[in-house]
C-alpha cells in the first residue's frame, strides 16, 4: 500500500465468531475503502452497518479477520502507524481520577512526547477548546459537553496529521458545535485529514467534503458529497387534487409524497414540472407552490440504504 | 533501535505506571493498603510497648524470666521469622484484594479503545500496568515491613538483617499471584474472580505442599503422581513461606531455588498466556 493515502483499506473483512455456539456475524465485508489526505471524510451508515468496527479495525482495537489496512502506507498492526493519529472514540470512558490537564498530559505521553511539550500543548488546548479554567478540575465534574471538548483536545495532543472522530459533537450543545467545526476546519486548512464517523447526516453534510456509506458492512456508496447530492429538480405543492389525477401525474415519472391537505411532486426536469402543473390544473387542482430542489444527503443515504435493503 | 524510539517507549511504561498509582489512590486501594499496614504496625508498637519481650521469652521456654537473658538474640530471631510470615500472608492477601481491580477497570469499553489507538503495543500496555500494580504492592511492602524492622530493631537492640528477606521473597510471590490476577482480569473483565482465583492458588497450595504426608497416604500410584504433578504445577506459596522462615531463624539455606524456578516458571507461563489472549481479543 502506498502512503499516497491518509487511510487505505483492502477487502477488510471482520467477522465475529461466537465461541460456544458457532455462529458467525459478518460485521465488515470486502471493504476497499482510500481516503486521501488533507480532506474531510464522512462516514456514514445505519446502526450495526460496520462503521465502528470499521474504525476500531482502522485503529487495532479489532483484529480484521482478513484484508489490509494502512495508516499514511503503514500497515495498522504496526504501532507506529497510530503515530500520527488522534482518535476520540465514541462513548469514551476517560479516568475520571484525572484532571483535564492530567487526561490530556497521560495521553500525550502514551503518544510518544516529553514532558516540557506535553505541559504546553495541554494548555494551549484547553484554551482552544474553551476549558482553560478547568484544566485542575477532576473530569468526574466534567459536563457531557466538556467531556467531548476534552475529548478533542486529547486527540490533538501530539499535532496528529489524521483525526479520527466518532460521533464528535455527541452531548454538545448547539453553540460547541459550531465551535468544534470552527476547529476542525482550522485544522484541515493546515494539512489535516479529519475522518468523521457520525450519524448526524446535516452535520457531515455541513462538514465533510468526501463521504462513505456502509451498510450491512459493506461499501454502498462513496464519493464526492457535491456530486452525490448534485441531482436537481422542482417540488410542486397541489391542494384539492382529486384522486383520479394520482396515476395520470405518476405517469409524468414523478415521485408522489402524500400529506395531509397537499399533495407533493418531485421531478427531476423543468419541463416534467411544467406538465405536472398542467396536469394539475387540468383535473381540478390547485397550486400550492412550486420550488427548485436539490436533493440532501438524508435523500441518498435513504436511497442507498433502502435499494440495497430491498436488494 | 533508536535512541528516540526507546525514550519514547520508556516515557510510555513510565505514564502507564503513573496511571496505575494515581488509579491506585483515587480508588482507596493505596490508602487502604498503607492504612491497614499502618494498622498493624500499630498493634504491633502497642504490644510491645507492654514491654512482654521477657514475659514472652519465659512463654516460649527459652529462659525463665527470674534469670537474666543470655538468649535474647535466639527470641528475636523466633520473633522476626514469625512475623514474616505473618507479614507474608497478611501482605500478600492485602495486596492480591487491592490489585484485582486494576486490570479490569483498564478494559472498560471505551477506555481500551482509547489506549489501543496511541502507539503501543499491546504487550507494554498490559506489562505497564502489571508492572504498575507491583510497584504499588512493592512500596507497601517495604513500608510495613521496615518498619517492623525498625520497631523490633530499637526495641532490642537486635538488628536482624535477613529480616528484611521477607520483603523480596513476599513481592515475588505477590508477582506470581498478580500474573494470575492480570489472567483472569483479561479473560472475565471481574475484579471478584480474580481475587476468587488467586486466594484459592494460596490454599491449594498449602494443601499440595503437604505432600510428604499425602503421599503415604495415598494407596495407589497415579494418585501420588497426580498430587505431586499438581504440586510442581501451582506455584509454592507455602513453601516459600517456611523457607523465608528457615532462613530468617536459622540462616541455614533451605532449598528455596525450586520453588522458586518452578513458582517464576508457572508465572511466566500464565502471564505469557494472559498478554496472547489480550493481543488477539476484540475491544
Known sequence: MKADYAIETAALEKIYRSRFRGREVTAVSNLTLRVPPGVKFGLLGPNGAGKTTFVKMLLSAVNPTSGAAAIFGRDTRDPEARRPVGYLPENHRFPTYLTGSGLLEFYAALSGLEEPRRRKRSAELLDLVGLKDWGDVRIKKYSKGMLQRLGLAQALMHKPRLLVLDEPTDGVDPVGRRDIRQILNHLTDTGVTVFINSHLLSEVESFCEYVAILNKGRLALEGKISSLVAGRGYRIAAYALPPEAFDEIRHTGASILPGVNTVEFQVSSREAANEVIDRIRASGGLIESVAASSSSLEDVFIKTTSSERAA | ?283
Not at chain 2, 503513573?18 to 492504612?35: M, N, V, Y
Not at chain 2, 490454599?203 to 504426608?213: H, K, M
Not at chain 2, 528457615?246 to 507461563?269: K, V
Open chain 2, 1 to 283: 533501535m533508536s535512541a528516540p524510539l526507546t525514550h519514547s517507549r520508556s516515557r510510555v511504561f513510565a505514564a502507564l505506571i503513573s496511571d496505575t498509582f494515581q488509579e491506585a489512590r483515587a480508588r482507596w486501594l493505596f490508602w487502604g493498603l498503607f492504612g491497614l499496614s499502618s494498622l498493624l504496625i500499630a498493634i504491633f508498637l502497642f504490644v510491645l510497648r507492654i514491654d512482654i519481650v521477657q514475659g514472652a521469652v519465659s512463654f516460649m521456654g527459652i529462659e525463665a524470666t527470674a534469670r537474666p537473658i543470655y538468649n535474647i538474640r535466639k527470641f528475636v530471631n523466633v520473633s522476626y521469622s514469625w512475623v514474616s510470615i505473618v507479614l507474608y500472608i497478611w501482605g500478600t492477601f492485602l495486596a492480591v484484594f487491592a490489585s484485582a481491580g486494576l486490570i479490569p477497570s483498564v478494559l472498560e469499553a471505551g477506555r481500551i479503545s482509547l489506549l489501543l489507538s496511541k502507539p503501543l503495543t499491546r504487550t507494554t500496555l498490559l506489562m505497564g500496568r502489571y508492572a504498575g500494580n507491583l510497584a504499588v504492592v512493592a512500596l507497601n511492602h517495604i513500608y510495613l515491613i521496615c518498619s517492623i524492622w525498625i520497631i523490633i530493631g530499637l526495641k532490642t537492640g537486635i538488628w536482624e538483617p535477613r529480616f528484611l528477606l521477607a520483603i523480596p521473597i513476599s513481592l515475588f510471590i505477590f508477582a506470581v499471584l498478580l500474573c494470575v490476577v492480570v489472567l483472569i482480569g483479561v479473560l472475565s473483565e471481574s475484579a471478584a474472580l480474580s481475587v476468587m482465583v488467586a486466594v484459592a492458588l494460596m490454599l491449594i497450595s498449602t494443601i499440595l505442599a503437604q505432600r510428604d504426608v499425602v503421599v503415604k497416604l495415598l494407596d495407589s500410584q497415579w494418585s501420588r503422581d497426580l498430587w505431586l504433578a499438581f504440586y510442581w504445577i501451582i506455584p509454592k506459596i507455602y513453601d516459600f513461606g517456611v523457607a523465608m522462615k528457615d532462613i530468617i531463624l536459622y540462616n541455614r539455606g533451605t532449598d528455596w531455588l525450586t520453588p522458586a524456578w518452578t513458582s517464576a516458571l508457572f508465572g511466566i507461563t500464565v502471564l505469557s498466556g494472559a498478554i496472547y489472549i489480550f493481543k488477539r481479543r476484540d475491544f
